[in-house]
């Protein structure tokens, strides 16, 4: 076994540093942000930190990192008040893994990609069409955390549109079923493999296991 301390990783090697610390926290969603610049081209960009913030009214967050270059998702989101998150599935990887280069301003990603634009409703930011989970989204707190610059982002949902694969009666989406993938690290992904689903906790009672979640 290996003990790490400030005074190892203040000397590693910076990308070697990003890629551990980046890996530490574990598997996380992969979402394609969709977004539109003022030219009216559709622009994304690839995140595995978006997280969840609460259930009513429906609520996520997202952290963009410092703004001392441009951060075109952040400034299209800002600027249109609008986005959609879109669930990266098996099929849609080796695209979305190309969104998270950084294309000129103005640049369509859907099309570098080979992505398709899709609007949902009235929403003026485009979702991607070939996603499993479409949210549509809208920013309505902003924090910039001290500790390193990052700006944490909350972002209320609109509307929310599941292609291939519903709810369980209690609620409960299978995004195995979805082919959704997740993000290890920066460069690495894996699927979502089923280990076990229970009742809800409750103090004095056994943890029991549910099949629903079983294939």
Known sequence: SEI??????????????RYFMNALSGPKPLFLMGTKHSSGAGNLGLFSNIMHVGANPPTVAILFRPLSVPRHSYQHLMEQKQATLNLVSEPMLHKAHLCAASFPVGVSEFKEAGFAEEYIHAWQAPAVQESPVQLGVRPVEEHRLEVNQTVLVVLQVDWIKLRGCGPEKDGFLDLQKLEAVSANGLDAYAGMKP???FLYAKPGRPVEEVDSFIP
């Not at 790490?4 to 540093?17: G, I």
């Open 195 to 197: 280990v076990s689903k």
């Open 4 to 17: 790490y301390s400030s005074a190892d990783w203040e000397v590693w090697d910076k990308q070697f540093r």
